[in-house]
């Protein structure tokens, strides 16, 4: 995250994608999703173990409040994305929150996807995937 007078104008970040967890089930129905999701149905991870997240555009809206655009890139396909940010200081900390929608399609996940594939019926999965994101940094001022 890079801040310029307390203000963002830019930064990235690197997700790894073992971390990738489902918030809707537990026991086992959770685990077994977060497998498949993690296998080369969907992401890949053995092959593709990151993420990225570069900023390209932060245009600031109301108080702490951005509009960032950026280009994201999954299975090594890359693509824009846009979305709110919010950004608070606390202490010695600068907090970033954003809420990313994703569109899995643009990076070749296929799986269940009715982008790829005609007649799956009820058996479809929504192309569009969600990122809540939370970065915490040190908040060191530069003289």
């Given at each position: 995250?890079?801040?310029?007078?307390?203000?963002?104008?830019?930064?990235?970040?690197?997700?790894?994608?073992?971390?990738?967890?489902?918030?809707?089930?537990?026991?086992?129905?959770?685990?077994?999703?977060?497998?498949?999701?993690?296998?080369?149905?969907?992401?890949?991870v053995?092959?593709?173990?990151?993420?990225?997240?570069?900023?390209?555009k932060?245009?600031?809206?109301?108080?702490?409040?951005?509009?960032?655009?950026?280009?994201?890139?999954?299975?090594?396909?890359?693509?824009?994305?846009?979305?709110?940010?919010?950004?608070t200081?606390?202490?010695?900390q600068?907090?970033?929150?954003?809420s990313?929608?994703?569109?899995?399609?643009?990076y070749?996940?296929?799986?269940?996807?009715d982008?790829f594939?005609d007649?799956?019926?009820?058996?479809?999965?929504?192309?569009?995937?969600?990122?809540?994101?939370?970065?915490?940094?040190?908040?060191?001022?530069?003289k």
């Open positions: 995250m890079a801040l310029e007078g307390g203000k963002l104008v830019g930064g990235n970040f690197t997700i790894g994608m073992s971390t990738l967890s489902n918030t809707d089930l537990e026991g086992e129905q959770k685990g077994k999703l977060e497998g498949h999701l993690k296998s080369d149905d969907f992401f890949g053995a092959t593709y173990p990151t993420a990225t997240l570069t900023t390209t932060v245009e600031p809206k109301a108080d702490n409040t951005y509009q960032v655009t950026g280009v994201m890139t999954i299975k090594n396909k890359t693509n824009q994305v846009q979305f709110p940010a919010t950004v200081t606390e202490g010695n600068v907090k970033a929150n954003a990313i929608t994703v569109d899995r399609s643009g070749d996940v296929r799986y269940g996807s982008s594939f007649n799956l019926g009820d058996k479809v999965i929504y192309d569009d995937f969600y990122l809540e994101v939370l970065l915490v940094a040190a908040n060191s001022v530069r």
